[in-house]
Structures are given as structure tokens and as C-alpha cells.
């Protein structure tokens, strides 16, 4: 399959420099000497996109020669982060391009940070699933990513009074370099109505769905490079247009809003993202944006991916839709209209083939985060993928009378359709019926999953519930984000390692040479220097060189336990204002925060307040200045995760054990040679198994201890009345120290941890004290915490996002 027609411009200083000159003139329509950073930022994507074309072309042509089976990755979110480093990494050109910027007297450093990174997703699952495309690609196995492609991300975070405040994210604002538009590819997607039910000719009663109204689903591609592998996979996003963008006679009638009424309406529905990442706030909008995506994305495989004369009983030979938690679940319902209302297939036939097609990965265990939609609303909205869920459900509800004979009790449990508090459609049970196989995203979440979540599920269908634990991306979140370990690690052990991260062992011995943990110290050091850099220029943060960079990232959220991290900072803080601790005793530390709020999380907003109002009064405290310091840069994304994560010495997983369901930040920091402090929850555990329990800092109730104290009644006001050092740090909060002396505005937070703390903050408070102490005496000697971080490095290849595919394709892929 040479790659004909396509003639990539030459990998050279010169081949390139002709290239981005090309595309400044005759794309950008402007001179070298006029263009400005925009100017020469699209220029330059454009010229890189030129050394990937190719192999996309080339990759499309011998997917559809090759007729193999495809993994259609079902995300609402894709938490993408910058394009050009990342392409530039996998063609090998970072260099080349480098000298070819240098050479046209540009800086290249100034046109990565022209680039707005594409917002769109809110957390851990968004990027997540652009980690899981970048290994599928990486690992040429045949994937498409089918999402939305939201005009506004997630929003921007800025802090006004040490108060967030959101704005919103028009990423698309200076034009988005790294998208094709497909307008041949559009989808016509059809909402409300009714349905009729007819007989066929056959006797055969069918039902019609005679909808309301339709939306146009136009695709933007986005390449997916391989890393260096020539496969370019492809992400298809889809943007919602009205059929009839005009309506003329509304407007010759002089209704000029109403006659472009259905254009905006329409637009809506990929307008932004839902900026929640565990409360579901139920709204229709949501629901039309999951409708959308999902119906674009299986007409788009069936209709115009499938060789046309396909049968679609052997369907799942062709397709594997991995749904990337419940968002996407009214796929199942949406399979089943195609192949019965649409295919003519008898409901058998169809259900038959929709089971062998779909695979569920749930990503929380919050109860609040699992979807349910109303009937009332999806009755409304898709009157007929209701009908099918009735159906399904009676079906199933068969199938679990016939297991358990006479238990009316389980049968209700487990009804797809739940009573209370209103007739409502449960995604996650739905998803659980249909799914071939169900999967957690570490062990013990699995674990919890069979026994908390879904136990009568895993009861009745053992074999279908599986473990994929999570992993991450080496290319993106050590050789982009972390040059100066990488340069280290291929001198060490060589290259191979980017794309066979488990090879990261050998660095073990290495871990006994003191000039290697000298060097190991450099990297961090200069990677440190180039984070304080960052944060004046980009926070105005001014950050004390010779502290430990303890630091906490991920989305604000009460299960994660924020405020134990504020508890720790006032307590220390406490120990010196109150005399009882000498500042020289202290272990120099910085703090750094990073986390958006959902904007309706009013708690996680006042928790991000009084983070602020804290940092103010440390930071201008010069009792202990050098010693205690907190930063909250505002913000926090991909983008500055890269730059994060690499300076880190310190890395906080404190969520109370049982709640988080993973964790991937944990992975990043342990592959960037950072120590853990946390507890026995989520992927921590598999962290702690790997890197050993000396390179681990434990504390803090198990997921059983935790059960256990929830059972005997939990009263965090006892643990303030008991513990002194507790009382100490809560009446200082407490007191207004930090907020001018106001005691009512910080009295949210601190009366919600003295008399609910559902996360048991307090419980584990004194456990995560003991626990920062032997993290101050270990940091003490640098080179056994230098040692103990390289070990973290060698012992955590298994966190890579490839062996995540792996086992997606022998557990669940191709077990069927
Ligand atoms: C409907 C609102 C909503 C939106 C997003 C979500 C996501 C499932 C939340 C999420 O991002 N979960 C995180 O997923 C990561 C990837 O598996 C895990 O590592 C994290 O532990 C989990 O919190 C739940 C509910």
C-alpha cells in the first residue's frame, strides 16, 4: 500500500523550513515578516499535520483493505491536552522543527504556548480516554473515537477574592488547526415525536418511531499518531447543525430571530460541556448531547465504515463499542433500533447481536454519580429507545425470575427500571444487562463493584464482571512532560521503554549508584526551577526555592479530601504560631494546589476558598517563611500537569479509602520519580504492591475499617474534643485567622467537617500527620528519598496505558 499520491515533505531542516513557509503564505495569506505568533502557530501545525497525513491516509486505507475487527470508544469526554508537542514527539520531528523555527528567527517555545488545549472533558475519565486512544494507536490496533466536540470545553478557572470564578473556554476562538471537517460524513439525528405500531406483512407487529424534530451531526476528525510507528488513528467528534440552517419565508416574514431559531437550537446541543464530574444534574440538554453523539456514531460505523452489503449478524466480528461509563449507555436501545426497526431484524436476532457488541467500564462508586433518566423524559425525548428498554427489562426480569424463582424482592432490586423516587431508567443496570463484560478501573474498585455496587448483578452473571486497572501514557506524561528524566533514563537503559514501559525495571540497579541518584536529583531540581519559572510568569506565584514540592491535583471534590490537606497545612502552621514548634524544625514544604470546582459543588467552592484565604495568611506570615508556603495556581489542566508533575516531590492520593475509583494522577507522579502519600484506596493499592511498601507512605482506614466505623455511627465532634492537636488546628480555622478575623465565612467548611465530615476527614487526620512526619524525616536524607523515588520510576511501568489495552483486548475485547 505505497502511499502513493500523498507526498510528505522531507524530514529535513530544509524540507521544513519550506514546508511552514508554504503554509504561512499560501494558508496563513501572510509574509513571514508580517505574521504574528497566531500566524506562525497554524502555520506550523499545518506543517506537521503534512508529516502525519500520510500515514492517516495510509492507516485508513489498510484499516478498510483489512476488514479487522474495531474498537469504537464510546466517550463523552476527551481530555486531549496540547496537540503540537505531542505530534511533533511521534513523527520524531521535535528537533528538526526546532532548528527550522530557529532558522526562520522564531522562537518555537512561544508558538507551544500559542496553542489553547482542547478542553473537553472534566477529569480523570476524560483524559483517561485520550490516553486509551493514544496507546490503541500506538499499538495499531483499529480504533475510532467517537465523542462531541464541544464548542466550550471545560470552563476557565479564574480565582477573583480567592473565589473561583468560571469563564467560559472558546478554544475555537483562534481557529483549531489539528480538526477536518467532514461535511460529506454529516448524520441526521432525530428527537420526540411518537411511535406507531404497525404489522407487517409477515404478521409481525413493529413499532415506528415518527419523530419530531432533527439535528445534523457534522464530524471533525482529529489524527491520533502512533508513537513513531507511521499509524495515524482517528478521533471523530461530532458538532450538532440545523437541517435547514435558514428558514427564508420565516425571514421574509421579517421574524429574523425565529427564522434562525432552529439553527441555534440545534447548535445547543454541542454547545458546552457539562462542567460535573460525579453529580448528574439530570437536565434534558445532557441527555441530547448523549442521544446525538451516540446515534452519529453507530450510524456513521454501520452506515458508512461497514462495507455496504455487510450482514449485520456478524456485526461483532466487525465492532466492539466500549461505552466509557454510563454517559453513552443509550447506545444499547439505539443498536437495537437500527437492526429491528431499521435492519428488519426480528428482536431475537438483534438483542442477540447488541449483547456480543457492547462492553461497560464504570469509573466511580459515588451512588449520586450513576445516571438514571426518567421515564418521563426519555418518554418524551425517545419515546422509542424507551419502548426497547421496556422490553429489555421484561426480558431480563425473566431471566431473573427463572434464576431466583419466587424472589419479587431481587427482581425489583435489580429492574432496569427503578420506582422511587421517580420511575426512572438506572444506565448503569442497563449498561450491566447488555454488556458482554462489565469493568472497574483498578482492583479493588472491581472488587467493590461485584460486592457494593452491582452484587446482585455479579451473582447472577459472575463471568461478566472484570478488572482493567487504569494506566496512563509514557509518550505525553514523561517523554513530553519530562525530557530531562527521559534523556536520563534511554542513557541508562535505552529507548525502548517509551513503547515497552515495563522495560523501566532495569533502572532497579541503578537505584544503588550514587551518581546516578545524583543525576536523578538534578533532573528534579531542574525540573523544579522550570515550575517556578512557570508559576511567576504565568500566577504571579513566587515560590521559595529549597522546599519540598508537596502536591495535590485533581478535581475538588470532598470524597478526595482537599480539606485533610488543609487540616495538615494549618496544623503545622498552628505548631509555630502557637510556639510549640521552633520554624527551623519544620522541613521546608510548599504546597501546591490544583482543582476546579463543579460550579453548582457550593462546598467544594467554599473548600477552595478557604485554601486560598489560608495560602494568603502563610504565605505573608514571616514566622514561617522558607518553611510553610501554599500555591493555588488557577487553572488547573493538562497543560500545566506537564509541567507539574515532573517537579514534584511529593504526591498527595489521601481520598477516603473506597471512594476514589482509581486514580491516574497517582500513576503519573510515581512514573515522574515523585513519592505517595496516601491511602488504601483506588489504584494506590496496585501502586503501593509494585513500588514496595518502604517507597510507599501508608496511612489511614481501609476500605472495611471505614465500613466498620460508618456502622458503629461516626461523630467527627468527639475526634475534635479528643485530640488536642485537632482542636488546635480547627479552632485556628475556626477563629478567622485566615479570613481577617471573619469567623462566618469560613464556618461552612468548618462546621461541615465537625458535624458531618461524610469523607472522615478527622478520623484519618491523626494517621496523615504520623505519616507526613515520616515523609519530613525520609526528605531529610536526600539521597535515600532520591533512592526510594527511582525505585518508584522502575517498579511502575505497569501504570502504562498500553498494558490498560492489553488487557482491554484479552479480557474484553476479544473474549466473546
Ligand atoms: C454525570 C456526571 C458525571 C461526569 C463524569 C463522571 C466521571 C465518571 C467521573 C470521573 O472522572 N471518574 C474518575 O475516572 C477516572 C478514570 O477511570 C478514575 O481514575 C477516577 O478515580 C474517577 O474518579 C461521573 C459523573
Given at each position: 500500500l505505497a502511499s502513493g499520491p500523498v507526498v510528505q515533505p522531507a524530514p529535513t531542516v530544509d524540507g521544513f523550513v519550506e514546508a511552514f513557509l508554504a503554509e504561512l503564505n499560501y494558508g496563513q495569506g501572510v509574509l513571514l515578516s508580517q505574521s504574528t505568533v497566531n500566524d506562525q502557530y497554524l502555520a506550523l501545525a499545518r506543517t506537521v499535520r503534512r508529516y502525519l497525513m500520510a500515514d492517516w491516509l495510509e492507516t485508513g486505507a489498510r484499516r478498510r483493505q483489512a476488514q479487522q475487527k474495531t474498537v469504537a470508544y464510546l466517550s463523552a469526554e476527551y481530555l486531549l491536552g496540547r496537540q503540537l508537542g505531542n505530534n511533533l514527539l511521534a513523527t520524531n520531528l521535535q528537533d528538526v522543527a526546532e532548528e527550522a523555527m530557529r532558522r526562520s528567527g522564531i522562537d518555537i517555545a512561544a508558538l507551544r504556548s500559542q496553542e489553547v488545549e482542547p478542553g473537553l472533558g472534566n477529569g480523570g475519565l476524560g483524559r483517561l480516554a485520550a490516553c486509551f486512544v493514544d496507546s490503541l494507536a500506538t499499538m495499531d490496533v483499529p480504533c475510532i473515537g467517537y465523542g462531541i466536540r464541544y464548542e466550550y470545553g471545560i470552563f476557565r478557572q479564574t480565582f477573583v477574592e480567592d473565589r473561583q470564578v468560571e469563564l467560559p473556554d472558546s478554544w475555537l476562538s483562534l481557529g483549531s488547526p489539528w480538526e477536518f471537517p467532514h461535511p460529506e460524513r454529516q448524520v441526521i439525528v432525530s428527537f420526540g415525536g411518537h411511535t406507531e405500531t404497525t404489522t407487517d406483512d409477515a404478521g409481525v407487529e413493529r413499532s415506528r418511531w415518527i419523530p419530531d424534530w432533527n439535528v445534523l451531526g457534522m464530524p471533525y476528525h482529529y489524527m491520533v499518531p502512533g508513537f513513531r510507528n507511521g499509524v495515524v488513528n482517528t478521533l471523530r467528534l461530532w458538532s450538532a447543525r440545523a437541517t435547514?440552517?435558514?428558514?427564508l419565508q420565516i425571514f421574509n416574514s421579517g421574524d429574523y430571530a425565529q427564522a434562525v431559531r432552529s439553527q441555534t437550537f440545534a447548535e445547543n446541543i454541542s454547545k458546552v460541556l457539562y462542567p460535573e464530574d460525579s453529580t448528574p444534574q439530570g437536565k434534558e440538554l445532557r441527555l441530547q448531547q448523549q442521544y446525538f453523539f451516540v446515534a452519529c456514531s453507530l450510524h456513521d460505523f454501520i452506515d458508512n465504515t461497514l462495507p455496504a452489503d455487510y450482514d449485520l449478524r456478524r456485526l461483532p466480528e466487525r465492532l466492539v463499542v466500549q461505552l466509557n461509563d454510563t454517559h453513552p449507555v443509550i447506545a444499547i436501545p439505539e443498536l437495537m433500533r437500527i437492526l429491528?426497526?431499521?435492519?428488519?431484524?426480528?428482536w431475537d436476532e438483534a438483542w442477540d447481536i447488541t449483547k456480543r457488541c457492547f462492553a461497560y467500564t464504570c469509573h466511580t462508586l459515588l451512588p449520586e454519580a450513576l445516571e438514571v433518566w426518567s421515564v418521563d423524559l426519555l418518554g418524551r425525548l425517545l419515546p422509542r429507545h424507551l419502548e426497547i428498554i421496556y422490553r429489555i427489562n421484561e426480558e431480563f426480569l425473566d431471566e431473573v425470575r427463572e434464576a431466583f424463582p419466587g424472589d419479587e424482592m431481587r427482581v425489583r432490586r435489580m429492574?432496569?427500571?427503578?420506582?422511587?423516587?421517580?420511575?426512572?431508567?438506572r444506565m448503569a443496570y442497563l449498561a450491566t444487562v447488555a454488556g458482554a463484560k462489565v469493568n472497574g478501573v483498578a482492583e479493588l474498585h472491581s472488587q467493590l463493584l461485584r460486592d457494593k455496587v452491582l452484587p446482585d448483578f455479579s451473582q447472577l452473571w459472575p463471568e461478566k464482571f472484570t478488572n482493567v486497572t487504569n494506566g496512563v501514557t509514557p509518550r505525553r506524561f514523561v517523554l513530553l512532560a519530562n525530557r530531562r528524566l527521559s534523556d536520563l533514563v534511554t542513557d541508562t537503559i535505552g529507548e525502548g521503554w517509551v513503547t515497552d514501559l515495563d522495560r523501566l525495571r532495569e533502572l532497579e540497579p541503578h537505584a544503588e549508584d550514587p551518581e546516578f541518584r545524583a543525576a536523578f536529583r538534578q533532573v528534579k531540581a531542574d525540573n523544579k526551577e522550570r515550575l517556578y519559572k512557570l508559576l511567576r510568569v504565568r500566577d504571579g506565584l513566587d515560590l521559595p526555592r529549597e522546599a519540598m514540592l508537596d502536591v495535590m491535583v485533581k478535581r475538588l471534590h470532598e470524597y478526595k479530601r482537599q480539606t485533610l490537606k488543609l487540616l495538615h497545612i494549618v496544623s503545622l502552621y498552628e505548631g509555630v504560631v502557637s510556639g510549640r514548634v521552633a520554624p527551623e524544625d519544620l522541613t521546608p514544604r510548599t504546597v501546591v494546589f490544583g482543582a476546579k470546582a463543579a460550579p453548582g459543588y457550593h462546598m467544594a467552592k467554599e473548600i477552595i476558598f478557604l485554601i486560598n484565604a489560608v495560602a494568603d495568611t502563610v504565605n505573608a506570615d514571616p514566622r514561617v517563611a522558607g518553611r510553610l508556603s501554599v500555591a493555588f495556581p488557577a487553572n488547573y489542566n493538562v497543560t500545566l500537569a506537564e509541567k507539574l508533575i515532573p517537579a514534584a516531590d511529593l504526591s498527595e492520593q489521601i481520598s477516603l479509602a473506597g471512594k476514589e475509583a482509581s486514580g491516574t494522577g497517582n500513576m503519573k507522579f510515581a512514573l515522574n520519580g515523585a513519592l505517595t502519600i496516601g491511602t488504601d484506596d483506588g489504584a494506590n493499592v496496585e501502586i503501593r504492591r509494585l513500588v514496595g511498601d518502604d517507597n510507599f507512605f501508608l496511612f489511614g482506614m481501609t476500605e472495611p475499617e471505614v465500613e466498620t466505623l460508618r456502622g458503629e455511627g461516626y461523630v467527627p465532634a468527639d475526634l475534635y474534643e479528643q485530640d488536642p492537636v485537632l482542636r488546635a488546628t480547627i479552632d485556628l480555622l475556626a477563629s478567622g485567622h485566615f479570613t481577617g478575623g471573619d469567623r462566618q465565612v469560613v464556618a461552612p467548611v468548618v462546621d461541615n467537617l465537625l458535624h458531618q465530615d461524610a469523607f472522615m476527614a478527622l478520623a484519618d487526620f491523626p494517621a496523615y500527620l504520623e505519616a507526613q512526619a515520616r515523609v519530613d524525616a525520609a526528605y531529610a536524607d536526600p539521597d535515600t528519598w532520591s533512592r526510594m523515588a527511582i525505585l518508584n520510576v522502575a517498579r511502575s511501568g505497569f501504570f502504562s496505558s498500553d498494558r490498560s489495552m492489553r488487557d482491554y483486548l484479552e479480557r474484553i475485547w476479544t473474549a466473546r
Open positions: 435547514h440552517a435558514f428558514d429491528v426497526d431499521r435492519k428488519g431484524f426480528d429492574s432496569v427500571i427503578a420506582e422511587h423516587p421517580e420511575r426512572s431508567v
